[in-house]
């Protein structure tokens, strides 16, 4: 029984697709503590605050 080189191409195709629709089924669940990680954000430049003091943005650190 021979394979031709269009069905080996046509299963790597199909199987590449349907790796991707699942991956992007992942990608768009909501984990959980997700709204946990965006409260840690500053609300005027989007940085992650590390600690409980001031963004840099607002210190007018070095980070500005």
């Known amino acids: 029984m021979r394979v031709s080189?269009?069905?080996v191409l046509f299963k790597?195709?199909?199987i590449?697709?349907?790796v991707m629709a699942v991956m992007a089924m992942f990608g768009k669940l909501r984990f959980p503590?997700?709204?946990q990680?965006?409260?840690k954000r500053c609300p005027?430049?989007?940085r992650f605050r590390?600690?409980?003091g001031l963004c840099a943005c607002?210190?007018?650190g070095p980070g500005k």
């Open 16 to 18: 590449f697709l349907v």
């Open 33 to 35: 503590g997700q709204k």
């Open 58 to 60: 607002k210190k007018g």
């Open 12 to 14: 790597i195709v199909a």
């Open 50 to 52: 590390i600690g409980k």
């Open 5 to 7: 080189g269009s069905d």
């Open 37 to 39: 990680i965006n409260s």
């Open 44 to 46: 005027s430049c989007g």
